[in-house]
């Protein structure tokens, strides 16, 4: 009961936490973008655009700060075993990450809050391109360490703790370099659709047009690069697992038995006890001609590679949630499609000049802003179920890893803290977002200084 406490907890509070580091990373870009082009042109619309966005980023960024201080405690208190066993190696990234990437991050932001009538424009826009940097570099160290749990690389087992032996392996791990420019374009992505959706939304009421036409229009640039790109690294990086973790990619198939060519399931019945599908609707070949470029080619089945794993590591059931995994996987491709569909049709009728006329269009985009999110979310339950019942593929289980002393009730009681604080962090998130989006321009500062009162959370 203390394991699936535990495993509750963390995917409750990842998954929270999660919400906020995609806008971050891609908001960030845009700001930067917009106080760039005030700089050299001096347009005073794209002064106010840096300062309303800015004013988002900051909700954003504060609740992301707050939700993500809790993840490494977690490591200390649940998950003890795991801490031991890959402390030596799992640390490092995320000190660097800590101690490089976040205090740059923090540290030019506060220059860049603070600095309006303080700093040049030159060096204030620099401020915030710092942050932005800073910003994707904290995720890549982050990807660096879950990209050891997803393939270990650059270690040796000494005294039964895994222990660094090779720092360049750890950062040229290839799982990271599947996973950061993915979880980057995402992040680019997310951002793109919550600047075309609170734009959309001021659009349909006919406020503040030139404002949030040209809002719209870089939001718009940037869901276009980010969705195109973000489904073409999808592609690559499923092609590498299906080399490097197998089990995950036919579980995201819910492909029992080897097949050639293999079919891409759009939908499936699936009983794990039995391990069959009652029924499933396929693209004959589909998975076969994804990775292969042809319509044939053999793709190893859950059963197959179930032997082959318990032949490798011993007695076990190396099966993951098979559901789960097929689920999550298809709401992210689903989402993915439609986000792709959306600005293709926002892109056509901008071109035509059309779009503020487009009310079903605008009123599409307003209520895709969550989109993107679901999207990660299934992706990143996607890719930790997927590893069961691995925490480290191949080296500890997650059985291994939970605390040996911490009991259920310890665990329940953290869990339902938590819940609640979070719960009203929530509420005060989407509370605060929505007053500053619904406000507009006027709640911007009409000069730069004082910046801060531009970008107070309490405006």
């Known amino acids: 009961m203390a394991l699936e406490l535990a495993r509750v907890q963390f995917a409750t509070t990842s998954i929270y936490h999660f919400l906020f580091v995609p806008l971050t990373l891609g908001l960030s870009l845009l700001v930067a973008v917009m106080e760039t082009i005030y700089v050299r042109t001096g347009n005073e619309t794209y002064r106010k655009m840096t300062l309303f966005w800015g004013k988002l980023f900051l909700i954003n960024f504060i609740m992301g700060v707050v939700t993500?201080?809790?993840q490494e405690f977690q490591f200390g208190m649940?998950?003890?075993?795991?801490s031991r066993f890959v402390g030596n190696i799992f640390g490092a990234p995320l000190a660097v990450e800590a101690l490089v990437a976040f205090f740059l991050e923090s540290t030019f932001l506060g220059l860049w809050i603070f600095g309006w009538d303080k700093l040049s424009k030159k060096a204030h826009v620099t401020a915030i391109w710092l942050v932005a940097a800073a910003s994707n570099l904290s995720a890549f160290w982050i990807l660096v360490a879950n990209s050891f749990m997803q393939e270990p690389a650059g270690y040796v087992i000494r005294n039964g703790h895994a222990e660094m032996n090779s720092f360049a392996a750890l950062i040229t791990?290839?799982?990271?370099?599947?996973q950061f420019p993915h979880t980057v374009l995402a992040g680019f992505t997310t951002a793109a659709f919550f600047v075309m959706g609170i734009s959309a939304y001021h659009l349909l009421r006919r406020q503040d047009r030139d404002f949030f036409g040209r809002s719209f229009n870089l939001g718009l640039i940037l869901g276009i690069v980010g969705i195109v790109f973000t489904i073409t690294m999808g592609h690559l990086q499923t092609r590498y697992l299906f080399q490097a973790q197998p089990m995950k990619m036919a579980a995201a198939e819910a492909l029992w038995n080897n097949a050639d060519p293999a079919p891409f399931t759009l939908v499936a019945g699936i009983d794990q006890k039995g391990e069959t599908n009652s029924f499933a609707?396929?693209?004959p070949a589909g998975v076969s001609f994804l990775l292969y470029n042809r319509p044939t080619g053999a793709v190893p089945g859950i059963k197959t590679i179930q032997a082959q794993e318990a032949a490798r590591f011993g007695p076990g059931n190396y099966i993951p949630p098979v559901p789960t995994v097929f689920w999550s996987f298809r709401i992210m491709v689903a989402a993915g499609g439609l986000m792709l569909l959306a600005v293709l049709a926002a892109w056509h009728f901008r071109r035509k000049g059309s779009l503020e006329?487009?009310?079903w269009l605008l009123k599409l985009l307003l209520w895709m802003i969550p989109l993107p999110y679901i999207a990660n979310i299934a992706g990143w339950v996607m890719a930790e179920v997927g590893r069961q019942p691995w925490i480290v593929y191949g080296l500890q289980t997650v059985r291994q890893a939970v605390s040996p002393n911490v009991s259920a009730g310890a665990v329940g009681v953290t869990l339902a803290g938590f819940t609640l604080v979070y719960g009203l962090l929530a509420v005060a998130d989407i509370y605060l977002?929505?007053?500053a989006a619904k406000g507009g321009p006027q709640g911007v500062a009409p000069k730069p200084a004082p910046v801060?009162?531009?970008?107070?959370l309490w405006n």
């Open 433 to 435: 977002l929505t007053r």
């Open 357 to 359: 006329n487009k009310a």
């Open 173 to 178: 791990n290839p799982a990271a370099w599947y």
């Open 281 to 283: 609707i396929q693209i």
């Open 452 to 456: 801060f009162e531009g970008v107070s």
């Open 68 to 70: 993500g201080i809790v």
């Open 78 to 82: 649940n998950w003890a075993g795991y």
